[in-house]
């Protein structure tokens, strides 16, 4: 098979990217018509979405490394045709468990983006495989902003299996185009996938997760929830020591090493966990029915716009942050963005009356995650060899996943603490907490990066792409 034209490739890889956007406007504003549909808790229809992000974090470093060799192509048709079976089998009518099954299959294709974006740079020359990073990660952020309300519109009409109908459909035309113009592998040396390392994260970050989750339902003290926390530990302490002896593990901790890495890697985490808090409570709040005496009784679709600011924020602030990164202001920027996110999370736990109120603290929200996402890839390219970013990227990426995922699952908990005993909706006080434990967390990384992080130098040029949305 001969080079396509880069004419071909690029709104291939475009495509691809848009399928990552697809994959996560499935999530967050239809895990509450999930619930009604299949007659679930709110808590267990929330694993609709942590399950992707929890397959997401695995999948990333793994598809990552596989697809940096001779089996670029293959990797990236698998994935596709993977992430088209899991909406197969979310949109057929066979209940929670396939939804949920089909979802982490679809959690898949999180890993595509790092693929496409160095396929990018590995077959367009110069400035346009430059710009076509870029704007990969811009449709990205853009493409879930506007997936969002299209998503909830297809919901809405055709009910949520019709969501997934759409997903899997998307996603089929693109394997079909990938079959048709991605290029084939680069002649690299193929490394070896450390098959254990993985198995180790995911047991360990599924095992944590599901204590988080399902704490509060069946009593944190429960027998079989103390062993979950137990393998989480052991499989978490395990994939610590066995990542740190390989000589090609699956995410290299040793980049995590140094003030400045270490510091950006753990701000990354919990930037994301307060980003999903805010991002689930809105959604589930908005769709609270009006008897509660504090819900908007929205649509699904109405609950997609209201998280389109977010991605505006997100957008706005990756172009003025960029300018930043690149004189070395980052280290500024990340107790900034923090701060921005502290108090979209204090609007949300003593301004939720109004429904505009919500459009303005998701923005807010958006810009200040965006800010901070933005800052990352300075920062890292600074703490660590040139030959070593993109590897240092994957490990702020996974844990950046793990966030998200882990603030799904944290909002189950501190909402199904909230419903009473009888069922229900939670009470309104289970969005305030929820709210004041989101600007606690924004306002640890807050504190923990400006007094950790000082006086950086500046930021290589070529990692300001990267900066743009911080995607």
Do not use: K
């Not at 193929?190 to 009593?219: K, Q």
């Not at 008897?291 to 209201?306: K, P, T, W």
């Not at 505006?312 to 107790?335: E, I, K, N, Q, T």
């Amino acid at each position: 098979m001969s080079t396509p034209a880069p004419r071909a490739l690029v709104p291939a890889l475009i495509f691809i990217g848009t399928c990552v956007a697809v994959i996560s406007s499935l999530g967050a504003p239809l895990v509450p018509a999930i619930a009604a549909d299949t007659g679930a808790s709110p808590a267990s229809a929330q694993w609709t979405l942590t399950i992707t992000l929890l397959v997401g974090a695995v999948a990333t470093p793994v598809v990552g490394r596989l697809g940096d060799g001779p089996h670029r192509r293959p990797v990236v048709l698998a994935v596709l045709a993977l992430v088209v079976l899991g909406g197969v089998l979310a949109a057929l009518p066979l209940g929670l468990g396939w939804i949920i099954a089909g979802r982490g299959l679809q959690g898949f294709g999180l890993g595509l983006t790092p693929v496409a974006i160095a396929t990018a740079r590995d077959v367009l020359a110069g400035e346009r495989g430059r710009s076509t990073a870029a704007a990969l990660s811009l449709t990205t952020a853009a493409g879930i902003g506007l997936g969002y309300p299209i998503t909830g519109a297809i919901a809405e009409l055709g009910g949520v299996h019709a969501a997934f109908w759409f997903g899997a459909a998307f996603t089929a035309i693109a394997l079909v185009t990938a079959l048709v113009v991605f290029p084939p592998s680069p002649s690299r040396p193929a490394t070896r996938l450390d098959v254990v390392g993985g198995l180790l994260l995911g047991v360990g970050l599924a095992c944590l997760l599901l204590f988080i989750s399902e704490g509060e339902a069946h009593g944190w003290a429960s027998p079989w929830l103390l062993a979950l926390v137990a393998v989480a530990v052991v499989s978490l302490v395990a994939w610590v020591f066995w990542e740190l002896r390989r000589p090609a593990p699956l995410v290299d901790l040793h980049l995590a090493r140094g003030r400045t890495a270490s510091v950006a890697h753990a701000a990354s985490m919990l930037t994301g966990l307060a980003n999903y808090l805010l991002i689930t409570g809105v959604t589930f709040l908005a769709q609270t029915p009006e008897s509660s005496g504090y819900g908007f009784g929205a649509s699904v679709v109405l609950s997609g716009l209201i998280l389109l600011p977010f991605s505006v924020g997100s957008l706005l602030a990756g172009r003025v942050v960029r300018g930043l990164v690149v004189r070395g202001r980052g280290a500024v920027v990340l107790p900034a963005s923090a701060l921005i996110v502290a108090a979209a999370a204090l609007l949300f736990a003593t301004a939720r009356t109004q429904l505009w109120e919500l459009f303005v603290l998701m923005g807010v929200c958006g810009f200040g995650v965006g800010g901070a996402f933005s800052a990352f890839p300075g920062l890292i390219a600074r703490a660590v060899p040139p030959s070593e970013t993109g590897s240092a990227m994957g490990l702020n990426q996974v844990l950046r996943y793990v966030g998200f995922a882990s603030g799904s699952a944290l909002t189950a908990t501190l909402l199904e603490a909230a419903t009473p005993g009888s069922g229900g909706v939670p009470a309104s006080s289970g969005y305030t907490v929820l709210g004041l434990v989101a600007c606690g967390v924004a306002l640890v990384t807050a504190v923990l990066t400006a007094v950790l992080l000082r006086h950086p130098a500046p930021a290589p040029a070529a990692v300001a792409e990267a900066a743009v949305t911080g995607q």
